[in-house]
């Protein structure tokens, strides 16, 4: 929900319109180009549980949605009724890229100048992973030079966001504190799961979620 949630507000430029509307001016200029988001394309990187549910809103959205996830053998093609990309296909087609991928050593710094140099133009990328799968200040640089329309984080390299950074300056960059897991309904669900599957692995019962699998 918040990963769509920021997508759509970059997409939309609400940061800026709203800063317009509270100017008590009309002029759209300084927040174009919007467009219709049955002509986006909507990238997600990563298909694990929330990978997959981001990109089932995105398409009910209307957007074209597209997933990558090395997890996927190469010669899949299709997977949920979801065209399967590589990597670079991702980024060089897609208009909006949402990540959901681990922070490991493979994925460090994976969005770069490099990667922003290949990605479209006014292309907008969207965080609630990890920080450091983002250079930030490679995502600045896109950010002030336009190859980047914008960003939604939830997640940074330096959490909280020091006051004296760049990216409070750049108002096509929506911003939250790590905030993405929160709702009324999962802090409940969280406390409850958490003391389920101490429940069943007491009565010898396979529990969901589980890290390290037990030895049959």
């Known amino acids: 929900d918040h990963a769509i949630t920021m997508a759509l507000g970059v997409a939309r430029n609400i940061k800026v319109l709203d800063a317009q509307a509270r100017k008590s001016t009309m002029d759209l200029v300084p927040a174009m180009p919007i467009h219709q988001f049955v002509d986006q394309t909507f990238g997600v ?18 957007f074209n949605t597209i997933v990558s996830d090395p997890m996927i053998p190469a010669d899949v093609t299709e997977k949920d009724g979801f065209k399967v990309v590589s990597f670079d296909e991702l980024i060089a087609e897609s208009d909006i890229i949402s990540l959901h991928v681990p922070l490991i050593p493979a994925t460090k710094h994976l969005f770069n100048d490099e ?7 006014g292309a907008i990328i969207v965080n609630t992973a990890r920080g450091g799968v983002i250079d930030t200040d490679a995502l600045i640089r896109a950010v002030e030079s336009g190859k980047l329309r914008g960003a939604g984080l939830d997640v940074l390299e330096i959490e909280p966001v020091p006051a004296d950074s760049p990216l409070l300056k750049l108002n096509r960059v929506i911003l939250s504190p790590h905030a993405a897991y929160y709702s009324e309904e999962s802090y409940f ?3 409850r799961r958490t003391m389920q599957n101490v429940i069943d692995v007491l009565k010898g019962r396979e529990c969901k979620n589980i890290v390290v699998p037990r030895k049959k």
Do not use: C, E, P, W
């Open 45 to 62: 990187l990563g298909f694990g549980a929330i990978g997959r549910n981001t990109a089932s809103k995105a398409r009910g959205l209307g």
């Open 189 to 191: 669900q969280l406390k």
């Open 115 to 121: 990667t922003f140099a290949k990605m479209k133009d």
